[in-house]
């Protein structure tokens, strides 16, 4: 892994290709991201680059956390992550990374927080079918079914599909394809739907795969 960089979902959209084919992307506000720390393995044990994302003020933060800010000269930053990349020679503490970094054509895997759904019924949380709307069944039509046998093993089986909260996971989808960069507004269009609601955080790196 050589390049990442932390974005903000914007929301998706479609751009046409010279041919005129449609493709549905989704818009990334990529940085900039000012470089906070560079840490090494004679240091720190284990060698990664920390970068920043989002002005928020002085008041908002701790002096512990306003310390590294004031030591690499930049301004305060509302989101940190740390990116363990292979070579970290091209970086300098107090330096922007920007949407240049990726170009048409690279290929990404984003990571993002799903979408929370709270507390929901066995047909919206695992697409369970519903009992028929007739007489005769129910008064309950959306009920998660039998919990299995009564006196032999009594008691219901792990992993059984039952109501609850579902989303809020972290996820990440794997070989995106990114489509345009636009370097004046600092966006990344990727191919496809990436985790997360519009406004949230997404780091995006070179793919593994």
């Not at 959209?13 to 493709?23: D, L, P, R, S, Y």
């Not at 290929?107 to 799903?114: F, Q, Y």
């Not at 507390?119 to 709307?133: A, D, F, M, P, T």
């Not at 069944?137 to 959306?142: E, M, N, T």
């Amino acid at each position: 892994m050589n390049k990442a960089i932390i974005c903000r979902k914007e929301g998706m959209t479609q751009i046409f290709t010279a041919e005129g084919k449609v493709i549905p992307v989704t818009v990334l506000q990529a940085g900039p991201c000012p470089v906070i720390q560079i840490k090494t393995v004679e240091k720190d044990g284990y060698s990664a680059l920390k970068l920043g994302f989002g002005e928020t003020t002085e008041k908002a933060l701790t002096k512990p956390e306003l310390g590294q800010f004031k030591k690499a000269g930049v301004k305060p930053c509302k989101v940190l992550k740390e990116f363990r990349l292979d070579d970290l020679s091209s970086y300098t503490v107090g330096a922007e990374v920007k949407a240049d970094v990726f170009a048409a054509g690279d290929r990404v895997d984003a990571h993002g927080v799903s979408k929370g759904h709270g507390y929901s019924g066995v047909i919206k949380r695992w697409n369970q079918h519903r009992l028929k709307e007739t007489h005769g069944v129910g008064p309950v039509h959306r009920e998660p079914g039998s919990m299995g046998a009564n006196s032999s093993p009594s008691r219901v089986f792990k992993n059984k599909h039952l109501a609850g909260q579902y989303g809020c996971d972290n996820v990440t989808v794997q070989n995106l394809e990114i489509v345009r960069v636009d370097v004046e507004r600092n966006c990344i269009l990727v191919k496809g739907s990436v985790p997360g609601p519009d406004g949230s955080i997404v780091t995006i790196n070179d793919t593994v795969k």
